[in-house]
Nanobody, 124 residues
Framework: QVQLVESGGGSVQAGGSLRLSCAAS????????MGWFRQAPGKDRAFVAA????????AYADSVKGRFTISRNNTKNTAYLQIDRLTPEDTARYYC?????????????????WGQGTQVTVSS
């Protein structure tokens, strides 16, 4: 069984940057897509970005295109989310997730394993 642990969240001012990490441990030998989702207070969890195993395909929510960059290092079993030009609207708990299906599907129901999340708070 695979476990996911996110890190890198924090409190920052608008315009700042953060790099979130998601480390996978356990039975990580399968090929899988990694995704990031976020849940703001009072809102449903929403897709942010995803990346295939090879890293050759990525997808982003329209609201984060140009500011967020997803990447992964399979030798470290770690995925990353670089977040630039943060705005207060980015305040949310960010979750990484793993999809054994291997494709990019921007819905949470496709993902098989979830982390506990890391909080990002942006002040104006």
């Amino acid at each position: 069984q695979v476990q996911l642990v996110e890190s890198g969240g924090g409190s920052v001012q608008a315009g700042g940057s953060l790099r979130l990490s998601c480390a996978a441990s356990g039975r990580t030998f399968n090929i899988y897509t990694m995704g990031w989702f976020r849940q703001a207070p009072g809102k449903d969890r929403a897709f942010v970005a995803a990346i295939t195993w090879s890293g050759t395909r990525t997808a982003y929510a329209d609201s984060v295109k140009g500011r967020f960059t997803i990447s992964r290092n399979n030798t470290k079993n770690t995925a990353y989310l670089q977040i630039d030009r943060l705005t207060p609207e980015d305040t949310a708990r960010y979750y990484c997730a793993l999809d054994y299906g291997g494709q990019i599907v921007p819905t949470e129901h496709s993902y098989d394993v979830w982390g506990q999340g890391t909080q990002v708070t942006v002040s104006s």
